[in-house]
C-alpha cells in the first residue's frame, strides 16, 4: 500500500517541478510568437525571424514538418534530430534551447494536429503573446473535421488569453473572432496591401510567396514594433524559391510546377491561378499529377471530390500515382495512371502523350513520390524566375 501512494507522490512532486522549470525558461522569452494555420506557416516564420535580425533582436525560430529545423539568432540552422514520431513535447526542448541562447523573440511554428494538442502546445507549453494565423481550410479531417468551421475551432486552441492574433483579412471567421474577444484578445487584421505599401507592388507581384502571406507578415512586424525600412531588409534577405522549372522536350516548352506541398485542393487551386496569371496564358496542356498517401486517406478522399467537381476541370488531364491510386482512378473519370514508378519514368510517360506547351503540376503530397518528382525536376528544369 505505501510503495502505490509513494509513487503517486513523487509523479506529483515530478509535475510540480516540471511546471514550474516550464514557468521560469517562458518568462525569460519576453516575446513569445507562434505560427498556425493550414498552410505557409514555415514560410511565414523564416520572413518574421529575418525582420527580426535585421531589426537586431535575438530571435530563435522553430520550423516543424518531415525536416524540422531551429534557425539560430545569427540565421543559421540546426536539424531537430528525432528517435521516433514527432511530438508536441518537443515544445519544452524549444523553450530550452531559447533561454540557452539567451533570445527575446521565439516563434515557433505549431506542429500539432488533433484539438486537444494544439491546446496542449500552445496554451500549456508556449504560451504565445502573439499568435499568427495564415490561412484557415480543412485538412486533416480525420482528426479536425470537413468544414472551415471546424478548423476554426481548431486553431481557437492556440489562442491563450489576451494574446494578439494577426490574421489574412479574407481569412478572418466570425468563431475567431467571438473567440478572441471572450479571451480578452486583440484581433490584428492584415489587409490586403499592407506588404505592397512597404515592399512596392512590384516586388510582391515578383515573390514567390503569396501576396496574404507577406501582408500578414508585415502586419505582425509592425505590432512588434519594427520600422518599415527594417521589414524591407528583412524581407529583401529571404531567398525566393520559385515553384516552377522550365524544361525542353521534344521542341516544346514544359513547365513543372511544385505543388506537391500545398497539400490541400483549395491551396493548389490558388497556386495555379497563380501560375497561369504569371505567365499571362494558359498552355496547350494543362495536366495534373497528383501523389497519394497511404496513411492520408482522408486526403485523398478530399483531392477525389475536388477533382470530380469544379477543380478537375481545370486539367486536359489528370495522373494519379501512390499508394491507392488505383481505386481513385476508378471514381475518377478521364483520370490515368502512369505505368512507371521512378520519377524519370513518370515524367516521361506524361510528357509523352502531351502536344504543345505543357504545364505539369504536381499535387496532393511531398512525402514519398512527390519528394521525388521535385528532386528530378530540379535536375532536369531551369529555374523559372516569378
Aim: hydrophobic letters at 40%; proline letters at 4%.
Amino acid at each position: 500500500m505505501l510503495l502505490p501512494i509513494a509513487c503517486l507522490t513523487g509523479f506529483i512532486v515530478y509535475l510540480i517541478v516540471e511546471a514550474l522549470l516550464l514557468g521560469r525558461r517562458r518568462r525569460s522569452i519576453p516575446l513569445r510568437v507562434t505560427v498556425t494555420g493550414t498552410r505557409g506557416k514555415s514560410g511565414t516564420v523564416r520572413l518574421l525571424a529575418s525582420i527580426c535580425r535585421q531589426g537586431e533582436e535575438r530571435v530563435l525560430s522553430r520550423i516543424t514538418g518531415s525536416e524540422a529545423l531551429f534557425l539560430n539568432p545569427d540565421g543559421t540552422e540546426l536539424p531537430i534530430r528525432r528517435g521516433t514520431f514527432p511530438t508536441i513535447v518537443e515544445q519544452k526542448r524549444t523553450l530550452r534551447l531559447a533561454r540557452d541562447v539567451q533570445a527575446r523573440i521565439l516563434i515557433s511554428e505549431i506542429m500539432s494536429i488533433h484539438p486537444e494538442n494544439h491546446l496542449a502546445e500552445s496554451q500549456r507549453i508556449l504560451m504565445p503573446k502573439l499568435v499568427l494565423i495564415t490561412n484557415i481550410r480543412p485538412d486533416h479531417t480525420e482528426a479536425q473535421g470537413r468544414l472551415r468551421e471546424d478548423a476554426a475551432r481548431v486553431f481557437c486552441h492556440d489562442i491563450p488569453r489576451r494574446a494578439a492574433v494577426a490574421i489574412p483579412s479574407e481569412e478572418i471567421h466570425p468563431i475567431l473572432v467571438h473567440d478572441v474577444a471572450r479571451k480578452d484578445g486583440l484581433l490584428l487584421e492584415a489587409r490586403a496591401g499592407t506588404a505592397a505599401a512597404v515592399m512596392g507592388k512590384e516586388w510582391v507581384a515578383r515573390s514567390s510567396f503569396f501576396p496574404e502571406i507577406l501582408d500578414l507578415v508585415c502586419t505582425a512586424a509592425r505590432y512588434m514594433g519594427f520600422t518599415d525600412e527594417t521589414i524591407r531588409r528583412g524581407l529583401g534577405r529571404i531567398r525566393q524559391d520559385s515553384p516552377i522549372r522550365i524544361h525542353e522536350q521534344d521542341g516544346r516548352k514544359v513547365y513543372l510546377v511544385d505543388g506537391f506541398g500545398a497539400n490541400d485542393p483549395l491551396s493548389t487551386s490558388l497556386l495555379l491561378e497563380r501560375i497561369r496569371r504569371k505567365l499571362g496564358r494558359d498552355p496547350v496542356e494543362t495536366v495534373g499529377l497528383l501523389t497519394l498517401r497511404a496513411d492520408r486517406a482522408d486526403r485523398s478522399q478530399q483531392w477525389l471530390e475536388a477533382l470530380s467537381g469544379e477543380m478537375g476541370h481545370r486539367f486536359t488531364k489528370v495522373f494519379i500515382c501512390g499508394p491507392g491510386s488505383s481505386v481513385i482512378r476508378q471514381r475518377l473519370a478521364g483520370a490515368s495512371c502512369p505505368a512507371a514508378r521512378d520519377a524519370e519514368g513518370i515524367t516521361t510517360e506524361i510528357l509523352a502523350g502531351c502536344a504543345g506547351e505543357t504545364l505539369l503540376l504536381g499535387m496532393g503530397n511531398m512525402k514519398g513520390a512527390g519528394s521525388q518528382l521535385t528532386a528530378y525536376w530540379e535536375k532536369i528544369g531551369v529555374t523559372y524566375a516569378l
